[in-house]
């Protein structure tokens, strides 16, 4: 296994990080006459806590994780861009990514000038783990791995990621942007056991915060530092952080949500397969159904027409006829059942 020192990008771990002034002094109460920021307006007026302390407090406890291994950013998306500026060099490195999954990995590489070995799952959307391990080389920084994935809505098998972890010597990234409907299929009560690993998880599916723009991003401390040593100095704004801290302080209420949208995925699921243009629906994880049909823009078309809007997937690997249906609220669920019996009268 490569040590965290053989994998970060040499210019990075030279790099000299812009000391911002809420770096060098972060105590509480005091006269701020070292940042040039307008003395009214408070508390807008000031800049945010650059390591956003009180609200990764408040997260560790509720993660039963250590603070110094989580690092939050501006959605999933800025730690998954970090990854790569972290640790893979343009035009040299790659990475090993799953396909079909969320296209925002495929986006970062092209960004940064990384190429992708994408690496198709199993006809029943599992992990093809000796094609993943063999599509790695000296080369490959990182593997992506999301879990339950989008757009299939499946987890993969515990013992197929232990094996991916253990083999693959370079840095492991599990997107968990789905765990809370199923929380014990997490694997961040063992995140201590892989130093090589990257947990993300976000607020914008269970905790209803998409809006905020806040993604986690659970590692060893070490991989932790390397992130706030490139990052943006101010990268999570005081309201985010606010609304953030606000929302957590009721955690039932995530739960109580989770439940529903679990229950109404078991009504819709029901539902749907009563429809005789439903020909499969998958396994799902998830917040959503990945539903297989014989026209797949002709039924997305006509719920576009009735205001509703779902997502066509039939151009992605192995979901050819396939459209991905969010679960709504009971109503918003009723409204799509009775479009899709006038589209089948």
Known sequence: MRTLEQLVRPNIKSLKPYSSARDEYSGAEAIFLDANENPFNDPYNRYPDPYQRKLKAKIAELKNIASDSLFLGNGSDEP???????????????IVSIDPTYGMYQVAADINNIAVRKVKLTSEFELDVDALLKATDSNTKLLFICS??????????????ERILNEFNGITILDEAYIDFVPEKSF????????????????????????????????????????????????INILTQQKAFDLLQNPEAKDEWVNILNNEKEILKENLSQFSFVEKIYPSDANYLLIKTEKPLAIYDFLVGQGIIIRNRSTVSLCEGCLRITIGSESENASLLDALKKYSS
Not at 80 to 93: K, N, Q, T
Not at 152 to 157: A, D
């Open 148 to 161: 339950p994935n989008n757009p299939t809505g499946n987890s993969f098998k515990k013992k197929d990621i």
């Open 188 to 235: 961040l009560p063992e995140l201590s056991k892989y130093p090589n690993l990257i947990i993300l998880q976000t607020f914008s599916k269970a905790w209803g915060m998409a809006g905020i723009r806040l993604g986690m991003a659970f590692a060893s401390p070490k991989i932790v530092s390397v992130f706030n040593h490139i990052k943006y100095p101010y990268n």
């Open 80 to 94: 998954i861009d970090l990854s790569f500026r972290a640790f893979c060099e343009p035009g040299v490195d790659n």
